[in-house]
């Protein structure tokens, strides 16, 4: 039986000046998967997440999250931009967290100020959260005072708070040691695992080998290869994906 889709991207088009940025991108992530975006740095892996997240505005294709559906030329904003953002949730390379607030304090705070949670209601679920993660301990901590995988859980926590049925996660490995990694790779696993579906970006083939679902490969602002992880990286037929491997 196949899974729904929870994000399409259709034909996604964007430029900068004269520099075609993303060439018509399209894919599908299914629920309850982890899904890698890969490619070498400039292929446009992060600009597909801006776009997801409406950081960015597109020129061309369409971005459909559930039943909400980002066009083309628009900035979204009111019912529609609240209403994707109840969708989707993002944790950038830096987890970016908020340094004048404690860890809690930061994983409260949207759903305390945009959902209108008692405080005792968004510090439970936060305190779960945490606990999930591995940080419960750490609840009561500023930024400062966390390491850069604790940072991260943190930043996962924050972005789930809002129980966004899609996780985006860009270079989730970039500045994590193997043994963390691995600790990130089996965290993702129990994510989606609750049937909630994760979009990464990654030009870290052996963590995409060993805990991605399916892989989309991104060359220069389009999308050239894709399928289960292990199958492509392992026998990879376009240039891209090969070029990719080796550099690594």
Known sequence: MERADVLTVDGLRLS?????????????????????????????????????TALETFEGGTITLDEVTLRAGVRPSGPL?????QRVGMVFQAPSLFENMTVMENVTLAPRHVNRQAR???ERRAAELLESLGVGHRRHALP????????????????????????????????????????????????????RTLVITTHDDDFARAFADRVVILAE???VEEGNAREVLANPRHPATRALLAHD
């Open 16 to 52: 900068r000046g004269t520099r075609e940025i993303l060439r018509g991108v399209t894919f599908a992530a299914h629920r309850g998967e982890l899904l890698a975006l890969m490619g070498l740095s400039g292929g446009g892996k992060t600009t597909v997440l801006r776009c997801i």
């Open 81 to 85: 931009l609240r209403a994707m953002r």
């Open 120 to 122: 005792a209601d968004a």
């Open 144 to 195: 400062r005072e966390l390491s850069g995988g604790e940072a991260q859980r943190v930043a996962i926590a924050r972005s789930m708070a809002m129980d966004p049925p899609l996780l985006l996660m860009d270079e989730p490995t970039a500045s994590l040691d193997p043994a963390r990694r691995g600790e990130l790779g089996e965290t993702l696993v129990r994510l989606k695992g609750g049937g």
């Open 221 to 223: 602002g389009e999308a």
